[in-house]
């Protein structure tokens, strides 16, 4: 049984506007970790606190554990949420922060101390319990609030961008930390970022949205290998996919699959010329951009990702080439993936 | 002209430098505010104590040294112990009510609806108000012939007709009189302020309650009301100056009576010492507001410096 599913869910903010979220259906798979990804202002919050029942949908229902959870309060529904600030109880230690959710659920005293300490030692703050948290560190108080969110033991977690608010390098170890954790407790977790490579590396699956509609939901596999539409192509990865107009079709390509024709090994290929513009050096690789002359798609923009080193000269033009077999196909009118189809222009 | 001008402002300059090093300019600058406190509090309070060890009388010919002779007459006075009970009671009734009305007036009005800007206005209008002019308003409303409430009582059924309550004649009536205007008048005052320190809670805090399964009750006074205690209890510290030190209230409403039953430490100091001429006897009864407003004054001070550091 799904833990959380959604039906047609909407949330309409304004009268006669756009929802802010549209007829979403969802359905989270037992254990999960299911990632809400998409840009700022494009529902992934609102629909997590529709989840929350910390707002109330315009139409549509929420499931938790099959059961329509629509009317019921936050409390009622058994979920557990981490929140962006990760709002903390400022005048209660980290003790009495953990232990609040215990208190209100009216759990029996005498167990307060062992769940307290359970969860606190899940998450290594053993030490800091008689600490407030303005004594806290970024990672520490996202540490106080994962404890305070798993000692209730709730059937799922929601999580929105609980990563954003450490600098880059702690970051990266709780992104790790988050992810063992999940390994740990198996509890169904939704994650809200709007960091594609978060979502990639943590989630079991996607589910990317824009101006409140879904527009993929996958394992991070399948949304970067084969995205469903023009917007997902392009949302993730970093460069993002090259979109170029051919015979009436969106062609799209990885920046790492547009490479020097030498090494496209195999047969079916598309050539390019590429007249180089700007090189940058990251270390492992290089960012390669320029625009294409001559053809159909003459004077557009490309970026190319190589990990060789040779050097470019800036102004000249190279033969570069796409297997085939690496170009995706969206309809020019819709955005929509479409069918593989043979092209040439050459 | 302008080239003037520029040149006379850089010569400012220049002197204003040197003068913000000289001390003769930075007392003057400070001297108005000296010889205000000076003036206007310092002198009248050491005069206070002067007076209360003495024998001064509003017309009399000498003042003589008289030692503890006041404060031993006046602790023997009913009539005193009645009026220090007063202040203090009707001080803390007024902040226990005043605190429970202002907060549930600050949550009703912390989320917007139709009409919320009209509706705070109108709480706030009795702040706006004269004290003096208001008590007079509440002496015609408790009026004992013309009082509005003893009409809505009777056209209620709740009193009879021809044997309504007497709101200023009666001890316990008069005195929840006298409570019941404090309140009118600090209400919107406390209100604005815990206003102002709900709204200052994030909204993530009261939220994360909810999803840990705290109720309305216990979001209030777990997490939303001691998160507002450092404003609760400057929001307390005036109502208590307030209401501690009013006479206007007392003196319009009552003018301590029935009995001095409603006399407060300043309308008794004041009926003592000014009306009664007897100002050495009402000197000394004021000199007894002063260990309640140095507490005063030392909490909201440690206040102040909490806040500072914060």
Redesign the interface.
């Known amino acids: 049984m799904a833990v959380v599913t959604t039906r047609n869910l909407t949330k309409v903010f304004k009268e006669g506007e756009l929802g802010a979220v549209n007829d979403v259906n969802l359905e989270t798979h037992e254990g999960e970790f299911l990632v809400f990804l998409g840009p700022s202002g494009s529902g992934k919050t609102t629909l997590l606190r529709m989840i929350a029942g910390l707002e109330t949908p315009t139409a549509g229902e929420i499931l938790i554990g099959g059961k329509v959870v629509n009317d019921l309060t936050p409390r009622e529904r058994r979920i557990a949420m981490v929140f962006q600030s990760y709002a903390l109880y400022p005048h209660l230690t980290v003790y009495k922060n953990i232990a609040f959710p215990l208190k209100a659920q009216n759990v029996p005293r005498h167990l307060h101390k062992d769940k307290v300490e359970w969860a606190a030692s899940l998450l290594g703050i053993g030490a800091l319990l008689n600490r407030k948290p303005r004594e806290l560190s970024g990672g520490e108080r996202q540490r106080v609030a994962l404890a305070r969110a798993i000692v209730r033991e709730p059937s799922v977690f929601l999580l929105d961008e609980p990563l954003s608010n450490l600098d880059a390098k702690l970051r990266l170890s709780a992104r790790e930390e988050l992810e063992r954790f999940h390994r740990r407790v198996g509890t169904t977790t939704i994650y809200v970022t709007h960091d594609q490579v978060e979502a990639m590396a943590m989630g079991d699956r996607i589910m990317v949205l824009n101006k409140g509609v879904v527009r993929q939901i996958g394992t991070p596999k399948e949304v970067y290998d084969d995205p469903a539409d023009t917007f997902v192509a392009t949302f993730l990865g970093s460069p993002p996919m090259n979109l170029i107009q051919i015979s009436g079709m969106i062609a799209g390509f990885r920046p790492e699959h547009f490479r020097l024709n030498d090494e496209v090994k195999e047969s079916a290929k598309l050539g390019f010329k590429f007249r180089v513009e700007n090189v940058e050096y990251l270390g492992a690789e290089f960012i390669v951009s320029g625009i294409l002359v001559g053809g159909p798609a003459n004077e557009k923009k490309v970026i190319a990702r190589l990990l060789l080193s040779r050097s470019f000269e800036i102004g000249s033009t190279y033969d570069f080439a796409v297997a085939e077999r690496d170009l995706k196909f969206f309809d020019a009118t819709t955005d929509k993936k479409a069918q593989v189809r043979a092209l040439s222009w050459q | 002209m302008a080239i003037g001008a520029t040149a006379a402002a850089r010569n400012n300059k220049i002197k204003s430098v040197g003068a913000a090093q000289s001390p003769v300019l930075g007392f003057a600058m400070f001297s108005p505010a000296v010889l205000y406190i000076v003036l206007l509090i310092g002198m009248p309070f050491v005069l206070a104590i002067f007076y209360a060890f003495s024998d001064a009388r509003i017309g009399g010919s000498g003042i003589h040294y008289v030692g503890l002779e006041n404060f031993r007459s006046i602790l023997q006075s009913p009539s005193f112990r009645q009026s220090l009970k007063n202040s203090i009671g009707f001080t803390i009734a007024a902040q226990i009510i005043v605190m429970v009305c202002a907060n549930i007036l600050a949550i009703a009005l912390e989320k917007p609806f139709w009409g919320r800007g009209l509706v705070r206005f109108l709480i706030l209008l009795p702040w706006v108000a004269p004290v003096s002019l208001g008590t007079i308003g509440f002496k015609w409303i408790l009026d004992s012939i013309y009082s509005v409430i003893t009409w809505v009582l009777v056209w209620l059924h709740l009193v009879r007709p021809f044997d309504t309550p007497m709101w200023l004649g009666e001890p316990m009536l008069a005195k929840a009189s006298v409570v019941l205007v404090h309140c009118w008048r600090l209400i919107p005052f406390s209100t604005v302020i815990l206003l102002a320190g709900r709204t200052a809670i994030?909204k993530?805090?009261p939220?994360?309650?909810?999803?840990?399964?705290?109720?309305f009750w216990?979001t209030l006074f777990?997490?939303n009301l001691?998160?507002m205690?450092p404003i609760i209890s400057v929001a307390l510290l005036f109502g208590t100056i307030f209401t501690f030190t009013d006479m206007t209230v007392v003196y319009i409403l009552t003018n301590g009576g029935p009995f001095d039953s409603t006399q407060t430490l300043p309308s008794y100091a004041f009926a003592t010492g000014i009306t009664g001429s007897d100002l050495a006897a009402g000197a000394a009864i004021s000199v007894f507001l002063v260990p309640v407003l140095v507490l005063v004054a030392y909490l909201m001070l440690r206040m102040a410096h909490r806040a500072e550091l914060a």
């Open positions: 994030p993530e805090i939220e994360a309650a909810a999803i840990d399964g705290a109720g216990r777990q997490i001691p998160m205690l």
